[in-house]
């Protein structure tokens, strides 16, 4: 998925390889379904998905839980009280994040989906964001990424917070997979700091 292959793995990837020089990685970034089928067939050993399916042959394991905030790029003075309503819903930059945020999202505004645009990578999200009419909420390591060198608003959810969770999946019978995790966990707290989110970034909450 492009979102934590790009924000979050990136660093852990260049890590693993230049830690273990002698061993070939080949990284991918695939939509979660096709995911799965990569998976089911061995074509690679594990995969990192936002939205989940049944699968006989696929085990899954809570990967990361990780908080969504509202990014704007306008002016906002101290003080302003920013209500989800108060945005426009033609103007939101939107991605699936999985199921739970699916489900937040369609508490709060009314319906499934967007209104506004709806866009699968980080990349093209953050140059819609360029334009002051758009907003998005999205995860924290996106935010963190997006707001150095620019004046990007961040504003956080003080109740019913919104998060996605991240998966790993393998096939029950690859052999690889076990070990090929453990190496990606002995690298947890680059993880761990990219998806949490400091008070200086987060100027104010909902």
């Known amino acids: ?21 002698t061993t070939r ?14 998976v089911e067939e061995n074509t690679v050993d594990i995969g990192f998905i936002l939205q989940e399916r049944a699968s006989e042959s696929v085990n899954k394991e809570e990967f990361f839980k990780e908080e969504l905030v509202l990014v704007l790029n306008r002016p906002v003075e101290i003080g302003t009280h920013i209500t989800l309503g108060s945005l426009d819903t033609a103007k939101e930059l939107y991605i699936n994040w999985g199921h739970v945020f699916t489900l937040w999202h369609e508490k709060h505004f009314g319906y499934a989906g967007t209104l506004g645009v709806e ?10 964001l360029k334009s002051e009419e758009y907003w998005a909420i999205i995860p924290v390591s996106m935010a963190k990424q997006f707001t150095e060198g620019r004046d990007l608003h961040v504003v956080r959810f003080n109740q019913d917070k919104p998060y996605r969770i991240s998966y790993l999946i393998y096939d029950q019978n690859n052999k690889n997979a076990k070990s ?15 998806i949490r989110l400091s008070e200086s970034i987060a100027h104010f909450e909902i």
Not at 1 to 21: A, G, H, K, Q
């Open 1 to 21: 998925v492009d979102s934590i292959n790009n924000f979050i793995l990136n660093d852990v990837f260049r890590r693993l390889v230049s830690e273990n020089p």
């Open 25 to 38: 990685y080949f990284f991918r970034t695939h939509q979660s379904t096709e995911i799965y089928n990569l």
């Open 119 to 128: 866009v699968h990578t980080g990349v093209l999200l953050n140059e819609f």
């Open 180 to 194: 090929i995790y453990n190496d990606i966990l002995k690298y947890k707290t680059l993880i761990e700091n990219k």
